[in-house]
């Protein structure tokens, strides 16, 4: 069964910069395209940007474009979401997730398996 493992969260000052990572194991990582969501409190889970399996498209919500940039390494198996100019509003639990031969998507059924969220938190 597949494993995500998420990290590089934390408090950053608004204009700041996180790198986060997600660590896949348990399967062959090239057979999933890979995305990121993010969970305010109180709010619905909400998606932030996918990447396909060959890591050659990405596709980003209208809200973090030009300041996002999501990457994989798939000899490391691993995907990265550097976020930059992050701003109070985008505190939230960001849950990396993965989708067995799929191009992925912004929908949160179209994943498969999911991590157990890394907290990012941007101070005002």
């Known amino acids: 069964q597949v494993q995500l493992v998420e990290s590089g969260g934390g408090l950053v000052q608004a204009g700041g910069s996180l790198r986060l990572s997600c660590a896949v194991s348990?399967?062959?990582?090239?057979?999933?395209?890979m995305g990121w969501f993010r969970q305010a409190a109180g709010k619905e889970r909400e998606f932030v940007a996918t990447i396909v399996r060959s890591g050659g498209n990405t596709f980003y919500a209208d809200s973090v474009k030009g300041r996002f940039t999501l990457s994989r390494d798939n000899a490391k198996d691993t995907v990265y979401l550097q976020m930059n100019s992050l701003k109070p509003e985008e505190t939230a639990v960001y849950y990396c997730?993965?989708?067995?031969?799929?191009?992925?998507?912004?929908?949160?059924?179209?994943?498969?398996?999911w991590g157990q969220g890394t907290q990012v938190t941007v101070s005002s």
């Open positions: 348990g399967h062959i990582f090239i057979r999933y395209a």
């Open positions: 997730a993965a989708a067995l031969f799929k191009s992925g998507g912004s929908r949160w059924s179209e994943y498969d398996s």
